[in-house]
């Protein structure tokens, strides 16, 4: 079965995935970058989960086919910083220092 790898987020995957379920907060990792081809089948991503004034778990996933890697590491003393529109819209997402 062929997966939907353009998803960035829980509302855009609820949107692409008609059958997806989710407890709990579906945007507790954030987006920091990704690329990925459908038509090759492959995806590489960089989450990251915001623990206040600590630092960061990091996760970054390497998808080929039906092949999976993950690495997690956690990074201290650092947060998730957004760049947003003047609309509000989120456009950009970095790992900075506090």
Not at 19 to 27: A, L, M, R
Not at 59 to 76: M, S
Request: some cysteine; glycine content about 8%.
């Amino acid at each position: 079965m062929a997966k939907t790898l353009k998803n960035t987020d829980a509302s855009g995957a609820s949107k692409n995935v008609r059958d997806i379920s989710f407890w709990g907060d579906g945007d507790t990792f954030k987006l920091i970058s990704k690329a990925s081809s459908e038509k090759e089948g492959w995806m590489k991503s960089t989450k990251a989960m915001q623990i206040d004034r600590v630092g960061c778990l990091v996760q970054v996933t390497t998808q080929q086919g039906d092949h999976v890697a993950e690495a997690l590491q956690f990074i201290p003393g650092v947060r998730i910083y957004e760049e947003i529109t003047n609309d509000g819209v989120i456009y950009k997402r970095s790992i900075v220092k506090i």
